[in-house]
């Protein structure tokens, strides 16, 4: 019983039905503009864009009919919350892999500065073997599939079986999230370094304005990431909605209309695989 009324107080926190119609809204829009950025500059970059804004929709119409069924004195079905919580850890390692391929495709661009080039691609002797390690793509998913895997089966194993290891679990995959987000942060703050202190400048940029970008980006999703860790022990606390919604939607909702919009990187060239 003291599970059912756990689960019953983070319904309460579902109050903004409103809220989670706008973000709603906002996703659809943000599918069709990034879907025909696909078109127009086509590169992985844009398409793991549309990937996380078509994760996010259906997890908020999830959370608009939790709401709408509150709104009518109704217990809503949990498994809709299952779904919105599984969707939530899926659409957030979207999100750092967009922009993890971004600063990467950022680094192998083809340029004539040569300093920059090899501070990346491991030819030059500067290049430090840490720095090599962030850029490896199978260290990202190496920490990703775990984290993945883990926010999926702790809700579920909480609801059917055991409540106390599927929150052990939750919060376990809560972690790696922030570690694979503190891993992206630090790879683009290394990447901005040297586009700054090298002076290169993209075309279609002023010169910084793209580094000083992706920084932000990156602050904005450890901001997220953060707000998950410290809250991730009281799931009624986290859904809160005078914080969840300024802390852990409003970054995500910067991040991908900042990495859509500003095209920041070029179309003509992807990361190998």
């Keep these: ?11 309460t926190q579902f109050k903004s039905l409103g809220g989670a119609v706008a973000v709603g809204a906002f996703y659809f829009v943000s599918i069709s503009k990034a879907f025909q950025e696909t078109f127009q500059r086509p590169s992985l970059v844009v398409v793991m864009s549309t990937l996380f804004c078509a994760i996010r929709l259906p997890s908020f119409v999830m959370r608009a009919l939790i709401s709408e069924a509150l709104s009518r004195g109704e217990i809503p079905n949990f498994n809709f919350f299952i779904a919105h919580q599984v969707l939530f850890g899926v659409g957030i390692v979207v999100l750092l892999y967009a922009l993890y391929i971004l600063v990467l495709t950022r680094e192998l661009e083809e340029t004539s500065n040569e300093s920059l080039r090899e501070l990346f691609t491991g030819t030059g002797p500067s290049t430090h073997p840490f720095n090599r390690f962030t850029g490896n793509q199978m260290v990202f998913w190496a920490i990703a599939m775990p984290a993945v895997v883990l926010g999926i089966v702790g809700p579920c194993l909480g609801e059917i079986t055991n409540p106390n290891k599927g929150s052990a679990l939750y919060q376990a995959s809560t972690v790696m999230f922030l570690v694979l987000t503190i891993l992206v942060v630090y790879r683009t703050f290394l990447t901005a370094r040297a586009e700054i202190t090298s002076g290169y400048q993209y075309s279609g940029e002023s010169r910084g304005a793209g580094a000083y970008t992706i920084c932000i980006i990156s602050v904005l999703v ?51 695989a």
């Design 1 to 11: 019983m003291s599970d059912i009324i756990y689960y019953i107080e983070i319904f």
């Design 222 to 272: 450890l901001l997220r990431g953060c707000y998950g860790v410290a809250t991730m022990g009281d799931l009624v606390e986290q859904n809160d909605e005078h914080l969840w919604y300024p802390l852990f939607v409003v970054p995500e909702i910067l991040s991908v209309m900042t990495i859509v919009a500003r095209r920041l990187t070029p179309p003509r060239y992807e990361l190998p």
